[in-house]
């Protein structure tokens, strides 16, 4: 079980993960094929329902071209 900290850090998380991508001009789908992930894993992340792994961060931040800091920017 996750605390409620944490649960607020994934939330902030997500919604970081989601307003980038929507400013890079991607949809979840179309992120989720640049980086061989499910559309369904890409929501998950961008709703704070699941953490991102180390290796997934450096795809997004990648596809997104920002640096994975960029990703915890205003958290």
Request: net charge positive.
């Given at each position: 079980m996750t605390?409620?900290?944490e649960q607020k850090l994934m939330k902030a998380f997500g919604a970081r993960v989601a307003a980038v991508r929507k400013s890079?001009?991607?949809?979840?789908?179309e992120l989720?094929?640049?980086i061989s992930?499910?559309?369904v894993a890409i929501a998950y992340i961008e709703t704070?329902?699941?953490?991102a792994r180390l290796g997934?961060?450096?795809?997004?931040?990648?596809?997104?071209q920002v640096d994975v800091a960029d990703l915890f920017k205003n958290i």
């Amino acid at each position: 079980m996750t605390s409620t900290t944490e649960q607020k850090l994934m939330k902030a998380f997500g919604a970081r993960v989601a307003a980038v991508r929507k400013s890079r001009g991607y949809t979840q789908q179309e992120l989720a094929e640049e980086i061989s992930m499910s559309v369904v894993a890409i929501a998950y992340i961008e709703t704070g329902k699941r953490w991102a792994r180390l290796g997934t961060l450096t795809k997004i931040a990648n596809a997104l071209q920002v640096d994975v800091a960029d990703l915890f920017k205003n958290i």
